[in-house]
């Protein structure tokens, strides 16, 4: 073993590939910095790699066949005693090479030890701030510390980040086509949904992670905001019937690319992409996919280029229609888009599910008194939005691949029909099975009023998991809370959601609910002379402290807005004390084709048990009893000048 390692000394070998070994790490650590400055593709770091891996068998080969003398290289055993370097400058040679490995070393050591937690992420996050000239970001978005301890945080049900998480962000769109933003953002969602198939894989929901689409934060802070270990990213080139796509996969505590590759496919292959990039992914997350898993992956996207990118333009319309567009004619442009997916892949479940939206708002904001000959202002009669909503619903119901997704679908699907047979047990099938990501679409507005305001809070809690940015999430929470009394909690929700998305409407009135809940009248009357209240808050606060000429003074305003919507005038109607007029307005609303649907969304809203008198209004009672619903529901708040709840005698609810 000496006669080698004398033989390998002798002959070089150790003194070149140290200094190989400190040469090849320098080119690294050079790359890392110049690649992304320059915006060359991720790959250069990988051919280089590649090639300096390749090189150092071939200079230890080298090294051991010929000998660098200060005359130049000769063969090994050729150069004369007087033509090789003297000892002590060869012994200085091996000085300079030990101590660059063992710098080099130790960089290594303290790069994946001291500098690897969250400790690095939030100065590279500070950093990168100053560099790309948005200050006043972190404040903005606002978050926990990663290592918080939920058994003594003041915010609630946010653990540790898991390792397994991850974000993609919006693919950056690189060409300036008509429809290049929609193809990149298709090509993300594709990615999101794949990825999501993936059971050990915490992903980002497409809102939250699209939160961040133009604008210029950095990625530990992207990170840090959504709660995720792991950020995707990437840009998209399109040139007629080809496509060129770069996408990466970075480390958020120190920034590290763990996997990077740039296609260039025709746009017929770019689904293959998608998949490539989701299973890369996961591969590179330690998750090992098997043949079933990569199927799924397969089956849950829409798997047409101008289906998902018809689904991006009918998202833009329907963002917008609940935006400041008007909202049954955006919706209508938003469904003709949603037509042409469903038209080239029938399988796919949120279309369907967007698409209902419109005949919901139809037949729920202007409530059709007119029965059979109420027609919308798109043209659409009653009746034939009855008839869209159960066949969208149906189609979501069939579509869908997730088993939880499938119930949540269902139980709408009940909610918002004749009939609610089997609605209560499938509401808590429902709750109890939904993981973080399922879409809710009414369960936590009318799980609280019926009896699931825990099983509403816990589910709410888990999907602020994946959806971190989604401002009804918590919003929902806090009025779970408030349901239960827990009026700390629905206030701490509400200042969660503020310091990540900055004050809104409704939260301020949950908040103002919560305080007049807990009786701290003061600090609800501090917090509405502060802000310029409009809607029903401005009749439930005088209304909650029996100043009865506020209240009505108060209501007669709301009353005078003619677009103001009957299940907002009914609770309003109700905690001001007249009890005739909420009754006269639950008997109209009731024989309307949704009318126990908009009773229930009333009742959530007014927090004061039952807003009406329940013989008033037989079909709500009948289909109350078809799903063994309790009734009334709890009242949170004390409403001095609300008539008392006059549930049926005997009737069990």
């Given at each position: 073993m000496n006669n080698i390692f004398k033989e390998l000394q002798q002959r070089k070998v150790i003194r070149v590939g140290g200094a190989y070994l400190v040469a090849g790490w320098i080119v690294m650590q050079v790359l890392e910095v110049m690649v992304p400055a320059l915006h060359l593709p991720a790959s250069v770091n990988t051919i280089a790699a590649v090639i300096l891996l390749a090189g150092f068998p071939i200079a230890v080969l080298l090294s051991w066949v010929?000998?660098?003398?200060?005359?130049?290289?000769?063969?090994?055993?050729?150069?004369?005693?007087?033509?090789?370097?003297?000892?002590?400058?060869?012994?200085?040679?091996?000085?300079?090479?030990?101590?660059?490995?063992?710098?080099?070393?130790?960089?290594?050591?303290?790069?994946?030890?001291?500098?690897?937690?969250?400790?690095?992420?939030e100065m590279t996050a500070e950093e990168s701030d100053a560099d790309n000239g948005i200050e006043g970001t972190r404040a903005e978005l606002a978050d926990l510390p990663a290592d918080v301890d939920l058994a003594e945080a003041p915010k609630l049900g946010l653990p540790p980040i898991?390792?397994?998480?991850?974000?993609?962000?919006?693919?950056?769109?690189?060409?300036?086509?008509?429809?290049?933003?929609?193809?990149?953002?298709?090509?993300?969602?594709?990615?999101?949904?794949?990825?999501?198939?993936?059971?050990?894989?915490l992903v980002t929901a497409r809102g939250s992670a699209f939160f961040f689409k133009g604008k210029n934060v950095a990625l530990p802070e992207v990170a840090r905001t959504l709660r995720v270990a792991h950020i995707v990213d990437g840009s998209v080139r399109r040139d007629g019937n080809r496509a060129r796509i770069t996408a990466q996969l970075v480390r958020a505590s120190d920034g590290f690319t763990l996997w990077s590759e740039t296609y260039d496919r025709k746009l017929d292959d770019v689904f293959a992409v998608q998949i490539n990039i989701a299973e890369n992914v996961a591969k590179a997350l330690g998750i090992i996919l098997d043949d079933e898993l990569r199927n799924l992956m397969l089956d849950v996207g829409i798997g047409d280029v101008d289906a998902f990118i018809a689904y991006q333009r009918g998202l833009d319309f329907y963002a917008r229609a609940h935006g400041d567009d008007p909202l049954q004619p955006t919706l209508v442009s938003a469904n003709a888009e949603f037509d042409i997916v469903v038209a080239n892949n029938s399988d796919f479940s949120q279309a369907y599910l967007r698409q209902a939206d419109l005949y919901a708002h139809i037949l729920m904001d202007k409530v059709p008194f007119q029965g059979e000959l109420f027609v919308s202002e798109v043209g659409i009669s009653a009746k034939e939005a009855l008839d869209h909503i159960g066949a969208d619903l149906d189609a979501a119901f069939h579509a869908e691949h997730d088993i939880d997704q499938k119930l949540m679908i269902q139980a709408n699907r009940i909610f918002l029909s004749p009939n609610w047979s089997g609605l209560g047990s499938t509401m808590d099938k429902a709750l109890s099975q939904a993981h973080g990501c399922t879409s809710d679409l009414w369960m936590s507005d009318i799980g609280p009023i019926f009896g699931r305001a825990e099983e509403t809070l816990e589910w709410n809690k888990s999907r602020m998991h994946c959806d971190r940015l989604d401002a009804a999430i918590r919003t929902f929470a806090a009025f779970s809370a408030v349901m239960l009394g827990r009026h700390d909690e629905a206030l701490q929700y509400i200042q969660d959601q503020e310091d990540l998305l900055g004050p809104r409407e409704r939260d301020t009135t949950l908040q103002l609910q919560a305080l007049l809940a807990a009786k701290r009248y003061d600090e609800a009357n501090m917090l509405y002379d502060s802000i310029e209240p409009?809607?029903?808050?401005?009749?439930?606060?005088?209304?909650?402290?029996?100043?009865?000429?506020?209240?009505?003074?108060?209501?007669?305003?709301?009353?005078?807005?003619?677009?103001?919507?009957?299940?907002?005038?009914?609770?309003?109607?109700?905690?001001?004390?007249?009890?005739?007029?909420?009754?006269?307005?639950?008997?109209?609303?009731?024989?309307?084709?949704?009318?126990?649907?908009?009773?229930?969304?009333?009742?959530?809203?007014?927090?004061?048990?039952?807003?009406?008198?329940?013989?008033?209004?037989?079909?709500?009672?009948?289909?109350?009893?078809?799903?063994?619903?309790?009734?009334?529901?709890?009242?949170?708040?004390?409403?001095?000048?609300?008539?008392?709840?006059?549930?049926?005698?005997?009737?069990?609810h």
């Open positions: 010929f000998e660098i003398t200060p005359e130049g290289i000769k063969l090994d055993g050729k150069a004369a005693p007087g033509e090789r370097f003297s000892a002590e400058t060869r012994k200085k040679m091996d000085y300079i090479i030990y101590g660059g490995l063992a710098v080099v070393l130790v960089l290594i050591i303290a790069q994946n030890t001291f500098l690897s937690g969250d400790g690095q992420a898991p390792e397994k998480s991850v974000a993609v962000l919006p693919f950056a769109t690189r060409s300036a086509g008509t429809d290049d933003g929609y193809f990149a953002d298709g090509l993300s969602e594709e990615i999101i949904v794949a990825l999501t198939a993936v059971p050990d894989l409009s809607g029903m808050i401005t009749v439930q606060v005088p209304a909650a402290q029996g100043r009865q000429e506020d209240a009505d003074t108060a209501l007669q305003k709301m009353l005078a807005d003619e677009d103001l919507a009957v299940w907002v005038e009914l609770p309003v109607v109700a905690v001001s004390g007249d009890l005739e007029e909420a009754n006269r307005l639950a008997a109209a609303i009731d024989v309307t084709p949704l009318g126990p649907a908009i009773l229930s969304a009333a009742t959530s809203l007014c927090l004061c048990g039952s807003p009406f008198d329940l013989q008033k209004t037989p079909n709500f009672k009948r289909q109350l009893e078809q799903a063994d619903l309790p009734w009334p529901p709890p009242s949170p708040i004390d409403w001095p000048l609300k008539k008392p709840d006059a549930a049926l005698p005997g009737s069990g």
